[in-house]
């Protein structure tokens, strides 16, 4: 806090108070920064220590978890619904305990931001909050546990694919291969794109039946 003898303040943080004695010298004081900073800040220190940075290996394991759950919802859920496999809620219920955890560790990501890492807590939490945090937590809803009837909400799970589209992108980003790793997601794009299209024309098939309930399904499947 700068005083003057007209009465005129001006804030300031950690710097010196400067007054006029009657002999003409300049007396100057350090003036301490409020204790509301100190705290703010031993706060925002406190929990940035929480900040997962972007190359750990714990991130790491996490992120290869995460799109394991991914590739399971992409092979297995064309299959359930096109070819009528059943829901095993056990398999489902820990992926989606996975996607659950995906979320509330997204929150804690540190991100680089101009070249630079991002390690305060606050920020992260905003950022991710501000973009992919809804369509995360669609996606790991568990639609199963809202009863009987509603398989069709579990397309909604398609949603996921996304998350694995970002972790090939980080992925790329990152690694020294990432020339390599790039001509291998596009190899496994296109064999999950032929995955679904091959479940997508049996369940046509299924629907198509006649009123005799025969379709081409009928007619050529139990031949294989």
């Keep these: 806090m700068w005083k003057t003898e007209r009465g005129v303040s001006r804030e300031s943080v950690g710097t010196t108070d400067a007054s006029e004695t009657g002999s003409g010298q300049l007396v100057s004081t350090l003036t301490p920064p409020p204790k509301s900073g100190i705290a703010r800040a031993a706060r925002s220190d406190y929990w940035d220590r929480y900040v997962i940075d972007v190359d750990s290996r714990a991130r790491w394991a996490a992120e290869t978890i995460v799109m394991v759950g991914v590739l399971h919802t992409a092979i297995y859920m064309p299959l359930q619904l096109g070819f009528g496999l059943p829901l095993v809620r056990a398999v489902d219920g820990v992926v989606t305990a996975i996607f659950c955890s995906d979320v509330i560790l997204q929150f804690f990501y540190a991100y680089v931001d101009e070249g630079f890492p991002v390690n305060s807590l606050r920020k992260c939490a905003r950022r991710y909050a501000s973009s992919w945090f809804v369509v995360d937590l669609v996606a790991a809803f568990p639609f199963y546990l809202m009863g009987a009837g509603l398989d069709s909400l579990q397309l909604i799970k398609t949603v996921r694919l996304l998350r694995l589209r970002r972790l090939i992108a980080k992925r790329t980003a990152r690694s020294s291969g ?27 098939g299924w629907v198509s039946c006649d009123g005799d309930g025969r379709s081409w399904i009928t007619e050529y499947w139990p031949a294989f």
């Design 178 to 204: 990432g020339n390599a790793l790039r001509v291998v997601a596009v190899v496994a794009i296109w064999l999950m794109v032929a995955h679904w299209v091959a479940c997508l024309w049996f369940a046509i």
